[in-house]
């Protein structure tokens, strides 16, 4: 079993839709959490960072961790064609250097 | 203005070849890494440093050994390619080791 399981999709949404994204962990000594956004040849790019259960809000984007299910979501509003990409998750423990990924989801949002 | 950027961007060489790719970040982050991205796109750590000291070293061949020159630098150098070592090669810089990471555009290393 890994250690960070993603669907990888892939997803497709009307443009407007509210885009939901998740990922499950085994290891329960993560901490921090974060969305990377992958843009077709391009590298990743933070989209959100968060540090232990919580929600946390930047604009159309909405990163939730519920810690006792193991359990990280991404919610992006208002879906625009321009957020079509790869959404990976990835997380770490205090005492890690290393995150580990998920596979990433590939977003498709039609115009 | 980049923030990380590695050169070249693509590479196509022959089976048994050595090359390098380099890495250079302009935000002044102590820590950098190697990333290996599969065709699947799955993200594999390879390496890092931080402060020019190796802290993340993981199982990949000794055919693949990094170098930091200084905080700035990353490179990495592949001896004796092999089929098997096309991917996208990501570097990436943080502040501190773990912390949210700023990826350069890749490298596609294609084998042939």
């Known amino acids: 079993q890994k250690e960070v399981e993603q669907d990888p999709g892939p997803l497709s949404v009307p443009e407007g839709a509210i885009v939901s994204l998740n990922c499950t962990y085994s290891?329960?000594?993560?901490?921090?959490f974060m969305w990377y956004r992958q843009y077709s040849r391009k590298g990743p790019e933070l989209l959100m960072y968060?540090?232990?259960?919580g929600n946390k809000e930047d604009g159309r984007f909405t990163a939730q961790v519920d810690k006792s299910s193991k359990y990280i979501s991404l919610f992006i509003r208002d879906s625009q064609p321009s957020d079509s990409a790869t959404y990976l998750c990835?997380?770490?423990?205090?005492?890690?250097?290393?995150?580990?990924f998920g596979a990433g989801t590939t977003v498709t949002v039609r115009a | 203005d980049t923030a990380v950027s590695q050169t070249p961007k693509y590479l196509v060489t022959q089976m048994g070849n050595d090359k390098s790719i380099k890495c250079e970040q302009n935000?002044?982050?102590?820590?950098m890494y190697w990333y290996k991205q599969d065709s699947k796109k799955f993200l594999k750590i390879m390496f890092s440093?931080?402060?020019?000291?190796?802290?993340i070293n993981e199982t990949v061949p000794n055919r693949f050994s990094p170098k930091s020159p200084d905080k700035a630098h990353l490179n990495l150098h592949i001896n004796s390619l092999e089929l098997g070592d096309s991917a996208v090669y990501f570097c990436?810089?943080?502040?501190?080791?773990?912390?949210?990471?700023?990826f350069g555009p890749g490298t596609r290393l294609t084998v042939l």
């Open positions: 990436a810089s943080s502040l501190e080791p773990g912390r949210g990471q700023n």
């Open positions: 290891n329960s000594a993560f901490q921090y």
């Open positions: 968060t540090y232990s259960s």
């Open positions: 990835a997380m770490k423990s205090s005492n890690d250097y290393k995150l580990s």
């Open positions: 935000l002044g982050h102590d820590t």
């Open positions: 440093y931080n402060n020019k000291e190796l802290i």
